[in-house]
């Protein structure tokens, strides 16, 4: 049975080792590239399997105007910008590649949060406008500005794999004490790490320096707006390396103007790419970086691979690297009992592939 892969990711194209791993499977690819939800069904009206990036998102409409989709595999470890209930109703599996860049966004969050305490940006640029020799009180000013990690609360929200690995790397800075909020982590999994369990207006009140590793979901959403940042230190730096949807942006403009909190770092915004008259990037106590805290040359690698994988797995009953409804193996089940449905010809999965 021929099978079809369909890419429709527009940002930029995929990558050759992510082509070569589904053609050299033998299985037909074809990369469109789709603005729209009407753009990608008209791109994937054939498609056993729909690759796709964080825009646009891959909705209930258009996995039902795809009759032979069987897996919606998104580009790296997020799954926000799926509808996973409409994909479990229809039988169509939802995939990612967790694990693949957890080194890469902690060190990037690690990151920014020294560029901030240590204005590493704004000295940079103070130098090569000649203020040191020219304009020495610009450099005097920087200097006044400088902090310390060490002796002071870092608070991280979310302790999954990234949140831990921010708090391996941050705790070598000497912190007094770090502290994060994560509902669905109990203390004795968080005393591994050396991080003390709080609530979330704690979370907020005592946080010197904050952090974001959660994903995105009804939950999460805009869960930092004005009110939290109200609830934070003048002081407080805030970075999230996460997910756009997380943070009100309104509301981080208004904290960081106001100075409800003194500086803030993100790497991800809730439309992307950010629009050139943001107002945001007018905020000079703001550091912005375009959604690159998981790039790098290893990432890079292992997310174009195993993405491919994935398209190949479904369709031959191998390991999945990551599956977001793993409750759609019932739907499956029954599906495959009642008749023909668009699972016809796919071989049963190990049990490892649901795992």
Same mark, same amino acid.
């Given at each position: 049975m021929a099978f079809k892969v369909v890419i429709t990711m527009y940002n930029r194209p995929p990558s050759e080792l992510t082509l070569n791993v589904i053609r050299e499977a033998g299985i037909e690819v074809e990369y469109t590239p789709a603005r729209t939800e009407n753009e990608v069904i008209t791109a994937a009206k054939d498609a056993d399997v729909l690759m796709v990036g964080t825009v646009p998102h891959t909705t %209930?409409?258009?996995?039902?105007a795809l009759p032979r989709l069987k897996m919606v595999g998104r580009q790296g470890v997020g799954l926000d910008s799926v509808d996973l209930d409409a994909a479990t109703d229809l039988g169509i599996c939802a995939t990612n590649t967790p694990g693949i860049n957890t080194s890469e966004v902690a060190d990037h969050a690690m990151a920014m949060l020294l560029s901030i305490t240590r204005k590493i940006t704004e000295q940079d640029a103070a130098l090569k406008g000649g203020a040191w020799s020219d304009r020495p009180k610009e450099v005097e000013v920087l200097r006044g500005q400088l902090r310390r990690i060490a002796g002071n609360t870092v608070g991280i929200f979310g302790l999954g794999s990234i949140g831990k690995g921010f708090a391996?790397?941050? %705790?070598?800075?000497?912190?007094?004490?770090i502290i994060a909020y994560d509902p669905y982590l109990p203390q004795t999994a968080a005393d591994l790490v050396g991080v003390q369990m709080v609530d979330f207006d704690t979370l907020l009140a005592e946080s010197d320096y904050l952090t974001v590793h959660s994903p995105a979901t009804v939950e999460t959403n805009h869960i930092f707006n004005i009110d939290a940042f109200r609830k934070m230190k003048s002081t407080a730096v805030f970075i999230n390396c996460a997910r756009g949807p997380i943070v009100d942006e309104g509301g981080l403009q208004e904290a960081l103007q106001t100075g409800e909190i003194i500086a803030a770092g993100i790497d991800v915004t809730e439309i992307?790419?950010?629009d050139a008259e943001s107002p945001l990037l007018k905020l000079d106590n703001l550091l912005i970086s375009p959604h690159v805290a998981g790039t790098s040359d290893i990432s890079g690698i292992a997310g174009a691979t195993r993405w491919g994988e994935n398209a190949v797995n479904i369709l031959t009953g191998k390991a999945l690297h990551g599956l977001g409804n793993p409750e759609v193996v019932k739907r499956i089940a029954v599906m495959r009992a009642q008749g023909p449905s668009r699972?016809?010809?796919?071989p049963d999965p190990v049990t490892e592939a649901w795992s």
């Open positions: %209930r409409k258009v996995m039902e391996n790397r941050v %705790r070598g800075f000497g912190p007094e004490k992307e790419p950010l699972w016809d010809g796919i």
